[in-house]
């Protein structure tokens, strides 16, 4: 079967720190509705290829597009209509600590949207219900949990219907608990609002839970993709290695 | 395209409700709503849905439920499944904290202050102590943390004291100058900015700029170490906070302040002098003899000594916000800005003290 469009797409993607080469000759595709994976040992690049994704960072040469649509060099203005589509959770949530979480989540919808405040407040609601933190709407960064703070981020991105979600490093310093109930949570919204999601992780439990597709990250350039069953079985050694100790580099 | 009408006693809703459409709708519902009575809603035509079109849809249900009874055309699986996915109507009412009366947030003002000012006198305490300790017991200190200390919180702020006590010194001359001169007595000049430089305006304008800097930069630093427990961490290592990281810092400013405030004098008689030696034609000789003439030592000694007890009034207050700090990084901030705010007031007050005092 033929597959559909990417949603994303890289190029010979390369990311330079000054003179130094972080990622490079980086070319996949993210298929809409999947969860894509991009794991990879510690200081492997990951991050760095997600924030070329986003660009936080602009790429030194290569391609990246957005539902066909080449966004390198491409003005703010027009990548502002990009960004409203796609929502991105930080590692550590990234929450603005000087307002509530209901305000948190509210910034997108008052800023992008010209919805009545009674809409908007439902619509908060309905998104910190989403990732089961009602309760706390009244409450300040500063007061909830890391786990909660990462939810609060979540609902956050949620805020505007995206159709990509973005999630750094999301089960980072969280219990296996916690962690287990957040890429619960994960799957439930892939499954209800059918979103493309891609996790940059090296969280073994995450990766077995979460994955329909993985990006190997190693050497400064994508090892392999594919399946999660081809990567286990794909016989290279710097994979097999990640996956039998459960670390790598 | 969304569309609304209404047909009879039915409202029909179609095409895409998003949270781009949903403000349009709500402008032609609101039209459509006035001519009409409706009773029934038809959901059937609608493609397209998010999050803004289920809050639209809710409240529009919400709405017509309490005009009378409504019978509902239901939308495609599709669509259900959207409505389901972001239904807040069986949500529970989470209750906004409740906001505090005048008189309560006036009462709390005074609770916070009294509380404030008593954790500040315990810490004065706690730097009084270790500071005496530690003159005699070293090994406990960091290696260079007082020549370092002098540095970051005295020579570096030599520049910016400097600046300001000249251009002072200026400005207060040459303001000065002119009304002296019409009335003969150019020569006083001299004496005035001596008397006023030392007196006053040298310890107070340095306390408030190495308040500004250097308080700020002890608040922001030891809050820094608190929301990073890096103060659990020395506490953890059987270190004292306070002498660890206060006591260098009030022994460095203790030593620095004085010196600062003499530089501060001396430039600011120096821009004095361009006037009264430029302008008003006063000879460099008169000029020093007139200036020393009008002081006395116990000036310098009060000078001195308020200069000093400027310097601990910045530590601890620096230190002591720093210490109470909460709320993350926004909380150093805020540290950061009420430490400048409060050492700036208890310096003019102990200065109001000790003017009164050594009138």
């Known amino acids: 079967m033929k597959n559909p469009e990417p949603v994303i797409s890289l190029r010979n993607l390369e990311a330079r720190y000054g003179e130094v080469s972080i990622i490079k000759d980086i070319n996949l595709d993210i298929l809409p509705g999947e969860i894509s994976i991009i794991l990879g040992g510690s200081g492997s690049g990951k991050t760095t290829l997600l924030k070329n ?62 919805l009545s405040p009674s809409a908007i407040e439902r619509m908060v609601r309905v998104k910190l219900n989403l990732v089961r933190l009602a309760y706390a709407m009244y409450q300040f960064p500063a007061e909830l949990s890391g786990g909660m703070k990462k939810r609060v981020a979540l609902a956050r991105a949620l805020a505007l219907d995206p159709q990509i979600l973005f999630c750094d490093e999301p089960t980072a310093g969280l219990d296996p608990l916690t962690a287990a109930a957040l890429d619960d949570l994960l799957l439930d919204l892939r499954a209800k609002l059918k979103m493309t999601i891609v996790v940059v992780t090296h969280d ?17 350039s994508l090892l392999f993709s594919g399946t999660l069953g081809e990567a286990k079985a794909s016989g290279i050694p710097a994979i097999e290695t990640f996956f039998r100790s459960g670390r790598y580099g | 395209m969304p569309q609304i009408s209404a047909v009879g006693n039915t409202l029909v809703l179609a095409g895409e409700i998003t949270a781009a459409t949903v403000p349009r709708l709500q402008k032609e519902l609101s039209h459509v709503l ?64 409740r906001e505090p009366g005048w008189l309560e947030r006036i009462g709390g003002s005074v609770v916070d202050f009294w509380s404030s000012f008593k954790d500040s006198l315990y810490l004065a305490s706690d730097v009084f102590y270790w500071s005496i300790v530690g003159i005699w017991d070293r090994h406990a200190a960091r290696k260079g943390s007082l020549a370092h200390q002098c540095i970051v919180l005295g020579q570096t702020a030599l520049p910016i004291v400097g600046l300001l006590s000249f251009i002072v010194g200026f400005i207060i001359s040459l303001q000065g100058a002119i ?80 010196l600062l405030v003499t530089f501060s004098i001396l430039l600011g008689e120096l821009g004095g002098a361009i006037i009264a030696l430029g302008y008003l034609g006063i000879s460099p000789e008169v000029f020093i003899s007139r200036s020393v003439s009008v002081l006395g030592l116990s000036d310098f000694l009060i000078t001195y000594a308020k200069s000093i007890v400027f310097a601990w009034l910045i530590v601890i207050i620096g230190a002591h916000y720093g210490f109470r700090v909460a709320g993350g990084a926004e909380g150093v901030g805020r540290s950061t800005t009420s430490s400048v705010v409060a050492s700036i007031l208890a310096v003019i007050i102990a200065d109001a003290v000790f003017s009164l005092l050594y009138l």
Do not use: C
């Not at chain 1, 990766?207 to 993985?214: E, K, P, S």
């Not at chain 2, 608040?219 to 306070?242: G, H």
């Open chain 2, 34 to 97: 006035r001519q009409k009575k409706v009773s029934h809603l038809d959901a059937s035509g609608i493609a397209r849905m998010d999050s803004a079109g289920v809050a639209f849809w809710e409240e529009l249900v919400l709405k017509l439920s309490k005009r009378g009874p409504l019978t509902i055309q239901p939308a495609s699986e599709e669509i259900r499944g959207v409505l389901d996915s972001f239904r807040s109507l069986d949500l529970e009412d989470v209750p906004r904290p």
């Open chain 1, 204 to 220: 073994l439990a995450s990766i077995h839970r979460l994955a329909d597709r993985v990006f190997f990250i190693d050497g400064q």
């Open chain 2, 179 to 258: 009304p002296l001169r019409d009335l003969g007595g150019g020569h006083y000049l001299a004496n005035i900015l001596a008397f006023g430089m030392v007196n006053e305006l040298a310890p107070l304008f340095t306390a408030i700029i190495v308040a500004g800097r250097s308080g700020s930069a002890i608040a922001s630093e030891i809050a820094t170490m608190k929301v990073t427990e890096e103060l659990d961490a020395l506490r953890m290592m059987a270190l004292n906070p306070v002498r660890y990281v206060v006591v260098p810092k009030f022994h460095a400013l203790t030593l620095m302040m004085p």
């Open chain 1, 53 to 114: 994704i986003l660009r936080l960072e602009e790429p030194w040469s290569g391609s990246v597009k957005y539902w066909g649509e080449e966004v390198v060099g491409m003005d703010e203005l027009r990548f502002e209509d990009i960004l409203r589509k796609i929502g991105v959770v930080f590692q550590g949530g990234a929450l603005l600590n000087s307002i509530s979480v209901f305000e948190n989540v509210a910034i997108p919808l008052e800023q992008h949207t010209h």
